[in-house]
């Protein structure tokens, strides 16, 4: 299994232009969470899926944010318009519903410029 | 409120001296608490999880209610073990979702 996959790894944008993050969860697994990491607030919860279904987006920052999950395979995160300090590292992680232990995909290093 | 406090941004220690990385948390119920270390420039891996009790990789942590805490353990550190360290807390029934600590930088110096 070539775990929790994200794309792209890295990526540098100008202020304004939309940005897709993209995450492949493990098969079999059906929750799947989007989580960003700052130097200066740590690991934030986004969003989480359930079964494909978006539960709880209290954490998504503001309606420039948005994420869907089409199917049990795959799921995006849109920033539209982007701005620095959107900056961060973006986590996707999934798991099995009756599972306890997160499977963290690399990471996506967003740069606004 | 649900919240995970980590009081140490960082933390250095030398080669062979023992190790104790500080959580608490605050929630109402009977939490699901877990350590996650993050390798430089690797994803999160998880380390520990409070109900199996195990230890990995001489780490172990044990969650003391009336304290609220959670606090991380080693006797003897590593070189190897400099890595970050959160602390998370899993609240009942809001289908897995975890909420971090600040983290806690752990250098071992040689």
């Known amino acids: 299994d070539a775990g929790v996959i994200q794309s792209p790894r890295h990526e540098v944008t100008e202020m304004g232009q939309e940005v897709t993050l993209r995450c492949k969860p493990i098969?079999?697994?059906?929750?799947l969470f989007w989580y960003r990491q700052t130097m200066m607030r740590g690991l934030e919860l986004l969003i989480y899926?359930?079964?494909?279904?978006?539960?709880?987006d209290s954490g998504m920052p503001e309606d420039r944010f948005s994420a869907k999950m089409p199917n049990a395979s795959f799921s995006t995160l849109k920033i539209q318009p982007s701005e620095p300090r959107d900056s961060a590292v973006y986590f996707c992680?999934?798991?099995?519903?009756?599972?306890?232990?997160?499977?963290f995909g690399s990471g996506t290093r967003l740069t606004v410029v | 409120a649900q919240r995970v406090t980590q009081p140490e941004k960082l933390l250095s220690v030398f080669k062979g001296a023992p190790v104790e990385l500080k959580c608490n948390y605050s929630?109402?119920?009977?939490?699901?608490l877990f350590w996650y270390v993050q390798y430089s420039r690797q994803r999160l891996q998880l380390l520990l999880r409070?109900?199996s009790r195990e230890s990995i990789k001489g780490f172990t942590a044990d969650l003391n209610k009336g304290e609220t805490s959670f606090h991380l353990k080693k006797p003897f550190a590593q070189e190897e073990d400099s890595a970050m360290y959160y602390c998370?807390?899993?609240?009942?029934?809001?289908?897995?979702?975890?909420?971090f600590g600040q983290g806690t930088e752990l250098s071992v110096k040689p």
């Open positions: 992680a999934s798991r099995r519903t009756s599972g306890y232990g997160y499977t």
């Open positions: 098969s079999g697994h059906n929750s």
């Open positions: 929630y109402s119920g009977s939490p699901e």
């Open positions: 998370a807390l899993s609240p009942y029934n809001q289908g897995g979702k975890l909420i």
């Open positions: 409070h109900i």
């Open positions: 899926f359930n079964n494909n279904v978006p539960i709880d």
